[in-house]
């Protein structure tokens, strides 16, 4: 059976908001929250827990994409990156230094880009923008 859903893309204001809005959805009914990580994002739409518990296949409706997209831009990935930087020995700051440089050449991923790319690997889930 396929389960149907609906982001808010106006509620996503930064990448904090996308998190707030995806356990909104997502998350609702369950004890504990996705915390903001991309591979967090990619684990739960494999499904088992959450809105996806006891579906094969959902339908997402992604209302007012673009704004998502805006939100989810240049600005908001490149503070993400910016940030990680701030604890140092957490993260490999080469590898964040050269993912800044390529989004200073305009050659990097948005993380949009990158939640897209994480949607469009599960077929069970189908992502509608509108």
């Known amino acids: 059976m ?3 859903l609906q982001i808010e893309g106006t509620a996503i204001v930064d990448i904090s908001s996308l998190y707030a809005e ?3 959805i997502f998350m ?5 929250q996705l915390g903001p990580s ?4 990619d ?4 499904g088992g827990y959450g809105a996806l518990a006891g579906h094969e296949t959902a339908t997402l409706v992604w209302r007012d994409i673009d704004r998502s997209r805006e939100a989810l ?3 908001a990935t490149r503070a993400w990156p910016e940030d990680k930087l701030r604890q140092p020995g957490t993260f490999n700051a080469e590898t964040i230094g050269r993912q800044l ?3 200073q050449r305009g050659e990097g991923q948005t993380y949009f880009d990158i939640v897209m790319e994480i949607f469009a690997s599960h077929p069970n889930v189908a992502l509608v923008c509108a």
């Not at 991309?38 to 994002?41: C, E, P, R």
């Open 2 to 4: 396929t389960v149907f």
């Open 73 to 75: 831009g240049l600005e």
């Open 43 to 46: 684990d739960l739409l494999y």
């Open 101 to 103: 440089d390529a989004l």
């Open 38 to 41: 991309l591979d967090g994002l």
């Open 22 to 24: 995806i356990n909104r």
């Open 28 to 32: 609702a009914g369950e004890a504990w």
